[in-house]
């Protein structure tokens, strides 16, 4: 089961790099395209695969447990080894999607809106279990340990986002325009805008410098404060 399931999620990175950059081509333009067209690949290719094997027949028979912390109980005290990949394995399955949702649905930034987010989907997937007869345990257990994983994926949002601003990364997707798809462009288009302004406030600079100049230049010379006034007057129409 899991060798199949790595096996297409290898086979389908290329698909999904075409496919994310064919979508932030289609959203160019619009905010934050390349930020939400990264969020979302994320969110398919780090929560499907988990999905895909939880949706897996076993060829068991169905069980259900609906007391809370029965099954973590056994767990930890069964084998360290096991418990290990059990309990890993339960809190992966919706980290990505905690910490990729709320960059793709800000309001959702929040740890407890998360936990509530992966509680419901994981309430789902284990009735799924049960209504499909997969041979499997539907328990409460699974959908806390879920919920857990959505809710510290949340969490990391914060320390992730505070080493990308030291790190200069939104910085540098800014000056690519946002676009994965013309980041070479728009950012040769952001250098000549740059030079441009740059330009234009150079000229504005040595333009005020021959007004500020000139102004002096009256004062000086014109010694009646009627004089001065007019020529500031004179040489305000030109600004």
């Known amino acids: 089961m899991w060798g199949g399931v790595l096996t297409a999620w290898a086979l389908a990175i290329p698909v999904l790099v075409a496919g994310v950059r064919l979508v932030a081509w289609l959203r160019r333009g619009r905010p934050h395209a390349l930020r939400n067209t990264l969020a979302e690949a994320g969110i398919l290719c780090g929560t499907l695969p988990w999905i895909w094997m939880i949706l897996t027949p076993t060829g068991g028979v169905r069980e259900v447990s609906l007391i809370p912390l029965r099954d973590l109980y056994e767990i930890l005290t069964d084998d360290p080894t096991q418990a290990v990949v059990q309990i890993g394995a339960n809190l992966i399955v919706f ?49 806390l340990m879920n919920a857990a994983g959505a809710a510290l994926g949340a969490w990391l949002v914060g320390p992730a986002h505070r080493f990308a601003s030291r790190a200069g990364i939104f910085r540098r997707f800014r000056a690519g325009g946002d676009d994965p798809c013309a980041t070479g462009r728009v950012s040769a288009h952001s250098e000549d805008g740059a030079a441009r302004a740059e330009r234009e406030r150079r000229a504005r600079g040595d333009q005020e410098g021959v007004f500020v100049a000139d102004a002096d230049h009256i004062a000086h010379t014109v010694g009646d404060d009627q004089d001065r006034a007019v020529g500031r007057e004179v040489l305000g129409a030109f600004e």
């Open 95 to 143: 980290l990505p999607l905690g910490f990729l949702l709320p960059l793709r649905l800000p309001r959702l930034a929040s740890v407890p809106r998360m936990f509530t987010v992966g509680a419901i989907l994981s309430a789902l997937l284990e009735f799924a279990q049960y209504a499909l007869d997969l041979g499997r345990v539907s328990s409460t257990d699974d959908v």
